[in-house]
């Protein structure tokens, strides 16, 4: 999918900004996410700001949706992509657009056409802001949006929530995922949120509620059975995506000490529809590289749980483009094998059972 560069996208601010101001700003908004959550509300109510989040946050946040999608097509191949164009693609906490412009790039590289999206967003520069981003790149995309989210009974759509129900309390998810629940079949639920613990504690709370309603999780658990890490203090599920940007990201992501190249998530896909689950492994950790073998933690199903499991995959079994994928892998991509549940003695695995597609990477 196409990369970003800071250079195209100066064109496309709300104000104009030199550099030294975007350096401040990103500086800004990063202590308002980690250290003064309170304030977290801020930097969507200034133009520079709103400016310098799509600058150097968009760029950087469009490869989360990239491996998701990746993924996405690995398991279940382009028919799943053509029915995604049927449903209206619903930005929840769009900011400057990041995912929807995301969804539109990915499905314009697999041929694909979109006709219409909807962006949503309580502040209105980032709507100003998302439109702009949007009319460039897709001009004759039709382009709803909506300061809150409205239900349209009849309508069929994708609601993609974007490190935005990181934003949200949990009163306010629940009221909308259970608006959501009461559309018809053909609804989908997408996030893609920070792979904190403290997310992954909503995140929990939120998988459970849905599968009680009669949700399937597509992404990424193996099962609906509960997670195997739902009650644990120290350790939590999500995702790590590793990727590369333009230069001048790279460079602007040095000047603020942000590494922007190691992206943990917390991504989720739900369906309302039946689907058939491949059985598979879902890798939770990577342990160790040793002598003889990459060792990590698999969740997978079992009888009446998921459950972790150590997974050794053998370096003797593995030919040198295996290895080498394995050692610059993100975390995130499921093993697939029909014939794995045989293999597991004593929550391990040690066998060359665990196929690695040759595009595992
Ligand atoms: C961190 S930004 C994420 C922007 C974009 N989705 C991305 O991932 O790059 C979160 C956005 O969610 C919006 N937001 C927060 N609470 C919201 C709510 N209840 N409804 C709609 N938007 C909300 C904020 O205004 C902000 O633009």
Redesign the pocket.
């Known amino acids: 999918m196409k990369k970003l560069s800071i250079r195209e996208l100066f064109s496309l601010t709300l104000e104009e900004l030199k550099e030294e101001e975007l350096l401040t700003s990103i500086e800004l908004m990063t202590t308002h996410?980690t250290v003064k959550r309170e304030k977290?509300?801020e930097?969507?109510l200034s133009p520079k700001q709103?400016s310098s989040?799509m600058l150097f946050?968009?760029p950087t946040?469009l490869p989360?949706l990239e491996f998701l999608y990746d993924e996405l097509f690995r398991q279940n191949g382009l028919d799943f992509f053509k029915n995604l164009t049927e449903l209206e693609f619903v930005?929840?906490?769009?900011?400057?657009?990041?995912?929807s412009l995301g969804h539109l790039l990915y499905l314009k590289k697999l041929g694909l056409e979109v006709q219409k999206i909807c962006l949503?967003?309580?502040?209105h520069l980032?709507l100003l802001q998302a439109q702009k981003v949007i009319k460039h790149f897709f001009p004759n995309v039709s382009i709803r949006t909506e300061?809150?989210?409205n239900f349209h009974k009849n309508a069929k759509a994708l609601y993609?929530?974007?490190?935005?129900l990181?934003?949200?309390n949990m009163q306010?998810i629940q009221s909308?995922f259970n608006e959501i629940d009461q559309l018809n079949q053909n609804e989908m639920i997408f996030w893609?949120e920070p792979g904190t613990s403290l997310f992954f504690k909503k995140a929990v709370e939120l998988r459970e509620n849905l599968i009680n309603k009669k949700w399937n999780v597509l992404y990424p658990c193996p099962s609906l059975l509960s997670c195997p890490l739902r009650n644990s203090e120290n350790d939590w599920c999500h995702q790590i995506v590793r990727c590369t940007h333009e230069d001048d990201v790279e460079r602007i992501s040095q000047k603020v000490k942000l590494d922007r190249k190691i992206l943990p998530m917390n991504a989720f896909v739900f369906s309302k529809r039946d689907s058939e689950n491949m059985v598979k492994f879902f890798p939770v950790r990577f342990l160790q590289e040793t002598k003889f073998s990459f060792d990590f933690t698999m969740c997978l199903e079992a009888d009446s749980a998921n459950i972790l499991v150590k997974a050794e995959l053998l370096k003797r079994k593995l030919d040198k483009a295996q290895m080498k994928t394995l050692k610059q892998a993100s975390l995130g991509r499921a093993f697939l094998n029909k014939n794995l549940e045989k293999q597991v003695k004593d929550y391990r695995i040690r066998d060359d059972l665990i196929r690695i597609d040759h595009n595992y990477e």
């Open positions: 996410f977290i509300e930097y969507v709103v989040y946050y968009m946040n989360k930005d929840i906490g769009c900011g400057p657009g990041t995912f949503v967003d309580t502040s980032m300061k809150n989210l993609f929530f974007g490190h935005s990181n934003e949200m306010e909308l893609i």
